[in-house]
């Protein structure tokens, strides 16, 4: 490749061996990392992208169907790309994949029950890859459909990335939790990967769900991952699928 423009950052050369549709989407990835375009966004056409870094158009657009394929951006019909964000609708609960018996899904109410700055502990720290007794963020919440409660979550940030995160903050915003982080905090969740068992509910928990002590639960534990597959978020859900059940695909 002619181009020095894809090579113009000294301290991450795109390797010579990967393809050059895979540098471009680098490229672009780097940049939506950095900030040049926010969430919800538009990102500059293919054929501008392709000037800019004087390849095919061809190649740019291989490039943006993989970023859309990771859910980093969205195409939308006669309107242009643009950068994906948890602010919308159909990408709010990507990552809660609890369902009702009917399938249909649904808004649910969110709950907080308080927000904590607490010293990291060593299983916290080691999800998060920060060192323990470092400055980390509890939260806890419910979750509820129609007035019953679903889920309750105990979700840990690095303190350091959510620096004057209060309970009064979000409190205050309306919209999805990870729109707030990407907006105020500027922290976007890219992907995520989970464990899951079952077990059963203990008094605490059975109290906060609304279910008798032993009840079956299922625990979700996820784990959030932003660009760079750096962790922000660690969290621990306990669901009451007694009218919901847990849906995923595989592909």
Known sequence: MADASVHDTPT???????????????????????????PGEAIPSELELAARFKVSQGTVRKAIDELAADNLVVRRQGKGTFVATHAEQHIQYRFLRLMPDDGVARSMERRLIDCRRLRAPADVARALAVKTGDAVIQLRRLLLSEGRPVVLDEIWLPGALFKGLTAERLADYKGPMYGMF??????????AEEKIRALAADASVAEWLNVAPGAPLLSVERLSFTYGDRPVELRRGLYQTEQHFYRNELS
């Open 182 to 191: 990407e907006v105020e905090f500027g922290v976007r969740m890219i992907r």
């Open 12 to 38: 991450e050369p795109a390797p010579s061996f990967s393809p050059l549709y895979q540098q471009i989407k680098a490229l672009i990835t780097r940049e939506l990392q950095a900030g040049v375009w926010k």
